[in-house]
């Protein structure tokens, strides 16, 4: 994720419930695989926030996707540079394999890899 604006919105874990995350507001418009990575329906109904960074402390740990840039990157990232995004719905996530294509800031981007979900 890049620095800026964040915005509050809905994740899904892998069990089902729904969690509070802080988000880019990017990252709400990722398209992978022809999936938009938006925000589950429903309440949230999980007391803790779903946690996109670090990977230290108690909660949900959310799942990631890794992209990397195929085509000219967004102004402020590197050339053949990646970024790591939460899914917040695990449904697309669990289909994602590398090599898949999608956008990120409208730039074309390939699936380099995934991080699972997990408690701590």
């Not at 959310?62 to 590197?78: D, H, I, Q, S």
């Not at 939460?86 to 999608?102: D, E, H, V």
């Amino acid at each position: 994720m890049s620095a800026g604006e964040f915005t509050t919105t809905r994740y899904q874990t892998a069990d089902g419930g729904i969690c509070s995350v802080r988000v880019q507001p990017e990252t709400l418009q990722a398209v992978v695989n022809g999936a938009t990575n938006t925000a589950p329906a429903g309440e949230i109904d999980q007391e803790a926030s779903a946690i996109v960074s670090g990977g230290r402390g108690n909660g949900v740990f959310c799942r990631k996707v890794r992209l990397a840039f195929t085509g000219e990157p967004p102004e402020g990232y590197k050339e053949g540079g990646t970024v790591v995004i939460p899914w917040l719905q695990p449904t697309a996530w669990n289909g994602f394999r590398r090599g898949q294509t999608g956008t990120y800031l409208g730039v074309a981007v390939r699936v380099v890899g995934r991080t699972a979900e997990s408690v701590g």
